[in-house]
């Protein structure tokens, strides 16, 4: 019966280790992409909406 218990501990231990992977992995892409929109797409809107708008009030 110890062996049984034993058995289902480690397959839960190793189903959460899994699962906590798998979280990691997603974190881990959730954060290169608010880096890559954090240093390349907001500067790059923000100065292409800084030339627009400095064309429209020089007109």
Known sequence: MELL???VGLWLL???FKL???LLFW???IAVAAFFVKTL??????LI???IGWG???V
């Open 5 to 7: 218990l034993t058995l």
């Open 14 to 16: 190793w189903k959460l």
């Open 20 to 22: 906590s992977l798998h």
């Open 27 to 29: 974190i881990a892409i």
């Open 41 to 46: 797409i907001l500067p790059a809107i923000l």
């Open 49 to 51: 909406g800084g030339i």
């Open 56 to 58: 429209v009030l020089r």
